[in-house]
């Protein structure tokens, strides 16, 4: 039984659904303690970055969609907040 | 397919407002910090917006996920167009395209 359950599956299903370059998952909830939305034991709050070919040639509002489909179920159940940042390759965030 | 109630009175609030939010709480007293964060990006902007507060009417709450196809709140209306969540606001905000973005919708922006 891994400590992270929720992170562990956002991170399989991401990587099963857009095969990413790189992807970074931060749980950030204890930043949200004691704000509504937050659980007992965290992982309530995640910082997602993630580079992936399949972004290419969308808009934002198109890649976040994505990333949030491959997590419905997450985002119906224990995910509270996901701030995410999704890159095509070769893209920056500047 | 029966259209859910709710989407009438959101799609009058995004029709009658230029720039609406779909908020947690009020721009004075945001109860998220990502309504918080988009509020303050407004402001800074110089954009006037109609805020609704989710908090106080569960069912749009509700509604603005459908409608939207979008899972989190805020959530972003510009000309009854959806703009986008906290993230994509603010990344605009950061490369200066949410400034021409609403120049081009034809949003009054006041000087800062």
């Known amino acids: 039984m891994t400590l992270t359950p929720v992170k562990d599956t956002i ?8 095969s990413p370059e790189s992807i970074e998952i931060v749980d950030e ?13 965290g992982e309530s709050h995640f910082r997602v970055a993630v580079v992936s ?24 159940g224990p995910v509270h907040a996901l ?5 095509a390759p070769g893209e920056s965030t500047k | 397919m029966s259209e859910n109630p709710v989407f009438e009175r959101i799609k009058q609030e ?30 800074e902007v110089g954009v006037k917006f109609k805020s609704v507060d989710v908090l106080m009417e ?13 899972p989190t709140v805020p959530q972003l209306y510009v000309k009854g167009e959806f703009a986008g969540g906290c993230d994509i606001i603010r990344e605009m905000h950061e490369t200066g395209e949410l400034k021409q973005y609403l120049n081009e919708k034809g949003i009054e922006l006041e000087a800062a």
């Not at chain 1, 909830?29 to 659980?39: E, P, Y």
């Not at chain 1, 070919?53 to 119906?76: D, H, N, P």
């Not at chain 1, 701030?83 to 890159?87: A, G, H, K, V, Y």
């Not at chain 2, 569960?58 to 979008?70: L, M, Q, T």
Request: glycine letters at 10%; one cysteine or more; proline letters at 4%.
């Open chain 2, 14 to 43: 995004v029709n009658d407002n230029p720039v609406v939010l779909f908020m947690k709480g009020s721009p004075v007293f945001p109860q998220c910090g990502f309504s918080a964060a988009v509020v303050q990006i407004l402001t």
């Open chain 2, 58 to 70: 569960p069912d749009v709450r509700e509604g603005i996920k459908a409608f939207s196809n979008w």
């Open chain 1, 83 to 87: 701030s995410l940042t999704t890159l």
């Open chain 1, 29 to 41: 909830s204890d930043l949200h303690a004691g704000h509504a939305g937050a659980r007992e034991g």
């Open chain 1, 11 to 18: 991170q399989a299903k991401l990587e099963a659904g857009l």
């Open chain 1, 53 to 76: 070919g399949e972004f290419a040639g969308k808009s934002r509002i198109e890649r976040q969609r994505l990333v949030y489909a491959l997590l419905a179920a997450e985002m119906a």
